[in-house]
């Protein structure tokens, strides 16, 4: 028989085997995320310039950021609480990025995830059900041609649901100091507790461009995927900006990249990043009247700013 010293004896090493346990899978599954992690503490808030723009816009929010001086050099209702509309797809990239270790992985696209796609009209990049494909195409499936299915693929791979990868989203959001942001899904589809402001669209931009693979991303123009059991020969991308635009060139530089966003709700939406005389800016801007039918207001709105400087 045990005496009572004997058996706290064994509860304590019980107990510190437990611990020994959840600790080494905490630091296995932290050792599991991406190569591309950054550190968020390198993200500084940026300050208002004395000079601020005043520009006339089709976009009811908008803020413009020098990323060299840490600046905003304009502010349309920058706090103000809006649908991102696909611009959610830029934190659905950049949580995908942070959480995959190895990018040349291939999944199975499973057929669930696109019925509910169909049915909602969603924006698609091509891929098929079934369909065998690799991480980093998916990457570009969702940023380019703003593809639902990539950004679903990606959150189920990373997270074993969408709603759990969510979860990863909203607490990225909250270490960033996102303040007026919800998510409630990785597309953009419109919800009404899916929420965030230009402002904070900025400070996530202004960090995910810290990494390089989501900043290869983010500013391709295009991209071929492999060979599928679908796609003997690939598909390729292109992005939506720039598929929008005569030409990427301004006064003393050019627009290198950017997402665009839309819905009936959010308008006509544009996050995008721009090198002007050898310092490069952001530009988030929503609320445009019109449509992806219509003139692009929102591109029409980057050209007018980075115009100005």
Known sequence: M???KGIFSILFILI???VYYFISTKESSMQQLSPWLVDSSKLDLPTKSEDMLD???????????NLDENKVLLDKNSDEVIYPA???????????IEYIPNLQEKIVLPKNIFNDLYEENASMAGFLPNEQVTLEDLLYGSMLPSGAEASIGLAEYVAGSERNFVKLMNAKAKQLGMKNTHFMNTT?????????????????LQYALLNKKFRNVYTAERHSTKPTNL????????????KNMISSKLPGGEILGG??????????????????????YILVTVGADGSPQTEQYNITDAFSVFSKL
Do not use: P, W
């Not at 816009?57 to 803020?63: E, K, Q």
């Not at 696909?86 to 995908?96: E, H, Y």
């Not at 953009?188 to 996530?204: F, N, P």
């Open 2 to 4: 045990f005496n009572r």
């Open 55 to 65: 520009i006339d816009l089709h976009s009811s929010n908008a803020i413009l950021v």
């Open 86 to 96: 696909s611009l959610t797809k830029i934190m659905t990239v950049l949580v995908a």
């Open 16 to 18: 510190m085997l437990v």
């Open 231 to 242: 796609h003997m020969e690939g598909i390729t991308f292109s992005s939506r900006m720039f």
């Open 259 to 280: 997402k665009t966003g839309y819905t009936e709700d959010a308008g006509l939406c544009l996050a995008s990043l721009a090198t002007v005389n050898s310092q490069e």
């Open 188 to 204: 953009g589809l419109h919800h009404s507790d899916h929420y965030t402001s230009v402002k904070d669209i900025s400070l996530l």
